[in-house]
């Protein structure tokens, strides 16, 4: 109780044993409530600044021998535990979901699952135990007990990583085998378990001697075990033996924020490896089977998988003819199928019957083929349908064409074939190594390059450009050149250069473009240290951690051209396929996810400048590569004493001692 309370209860006391009995109830009660109401004012004493501590336990903490499931936990004062079923971690896990309940004083758990025998328990609370009134945290705290005749004390710490981004993971789930086979980790629940925080960090307690292996594992169906292709995990065939040795670290104290009350050295035991690194990823190969089949164009109809593979479904058609009745095309992954129909009679047929074949994964996780048969494909886009728009656009345009006429203005007699409407991404500014681009909306029957042009502006003259119109994929195409810095051109496309194969034209177009000169860009030269003859891609970041330029290369020499003027960040990973994408791992292929680095600093990039950097990726392990101005998963805030106490007598022009 504070100084004042108490003051305040003795005067009340001296009035009940003088005069004072002649005061009524009522003035007596108005006392009271006044004091308890300036109970947590900053006026009525020092803040409660101590956090709260355990006074005694059932069965007692770091207790042998223990035979009870049912466990109770007694503190000094009132407390309350934050989000129990994230943060607290019972060790060895719990099939059975343990019960965490908090009242006053008191936290009771009750363990579901059978005890094993000469096993150690830990319930790592972290951080979640503060006091109800001022919230002063207790810090880490972990209670254990043992079935057998001795506590394990040994600890193992590292970090769980995205392996794509080197992002933290939180809340994934860490733990140790024993059984240093493969198969462990398929068939058997973890050992030992941890989660991490939201640094990505975790420390596994109540370890035994011996050698173990370590996993992280995003567990969707709380079984403790790798069982589900769409779970996040991280594995290591290293393996591991914890121990411990003397160690000594600096303990600071604080007067306030700013000010240093003593730095002490501390003598610890300090629990080893602590720096393990896992790197995180979600397998790309699951299970593979036809989600659904649409065509909600009339002109066309699209497979879905749940993952894609080079060997395309075969059709058969039932109320059709397949043979050359389609124009194919796939997604990068081949998981996407768009079939468009060449024949106009085709698209104008509402319903598609056929069988279709392809590769499906049966019961024992293999590919094999299969039919489904008479599958009917509808058209969203009914004929009848798109017949009464067609109409209804029609008559439209004749009301307009005729208002035109009875004004006596020009008007049209025939209504005019919708034009195909070419997206051109084509800029009046352009950067030296960016080409201008078109996508169409169906396939093309025609490009008649002879309808498109390109000039060029030297001495106040046009002059033919060479150029190389390419196909990149699924109706677009690139305009590539030899475009030279600080030289204007003229891009000139023809009417009807595009027919695509239902006989829809382009229409005209013309755009003007000026090449940007050298003086505006920075040039980033790269040397990489330590990956001699591997192929390797760095890709140059933005502050969304997006690639703006990626660069292969062989020998370790990376060189950026073109880099607009910014705050740019730097990104490496080892492409051990030579696709020049980055790949996720697979665990029952014993593939693990393509190695990410980052540099570790930003580099700014200035126009006129060319920037050098040298860089060894494996001079800094992986948990401290990342700058943290690109990190999305920032650490949640550390809950600490809010020194209110230090503050307030500040604002008195008092000094504050701390207690012990």
Known sequence: MRNKDQNILNAIRSLLTSSGRKLGVGLLLSILVISCAKMGSPDGGWYDETPPYMVSSSPDDKGTNVKSRKIKLLFNEFIKVDNPSEKVVVSPPQLEVPEIRATGKRIEIQLNDTLLPNTTYTIDFSDAISDNNEGNPMGNFTYSFSTGDHIDTLEVAGYVLQAENLEPVKGILVG?????????????????VSRTDSRGRFIIKGVAEGTYRIVALQDMDGNYSYTQKSEMLAFSHDSIKPFWMLDHRQDTTWIDSLHIDKIKLVEYNHFLPDDIVLRAFTSSLQDRYLLKTERAIADRMTFYFTYGNEQLPIIKGLNFDEKDAFIIETSAKCDTITYWLRDTALVNQDTLRMDITYLATDTLGQLQEQT????????????????????????EWQKKQNKLRKRGMPYDSIMPVKPLDVK???SSALDPDRNPSFTVPAPLAVIDTSKIHLYVEHDSLWYNARYLLENTGNR????????????EYSLEIDSAAFIDIYGNASRQFKQGLKVKSNDEYSSLFVTVEGFAGQHIVLQLLNAGDQPVKQVSTDNGEAEFFYVKPATYYLRMFVDRNGNNVWDTGDYHADQQAEEVYYYHEEIECLAKWDINRTWNPTSRPLFSQ?????????????????NRNADRAKSMGITYIPKE
């Open 176 to 192: 140790l085998y024993d059984d240093l086979s493969d198969s462990a980790f398929l068939t058997k629940p973890l050992l030992r």
């Open 626 to 642: 990342k700058p943290s101005d690109i990190i999305k998963q920032k650490a949640d805030k550390e809950k600490t004493i809010k």
């Open 372 to 395: 489904d048969s008479a599958v009917e494909v509808l058209s969203r886009q009914p004929y009848a349908k798109r017949m009464k728009q067609l109409k209804q656009e029609t008559e």
């Open 424 to 426: 051109y991404n084509v």
């Open 476 to 487: 677009q195409y690139e305009l590539r050149a030899e475009w030279r810095p600080d030289n």
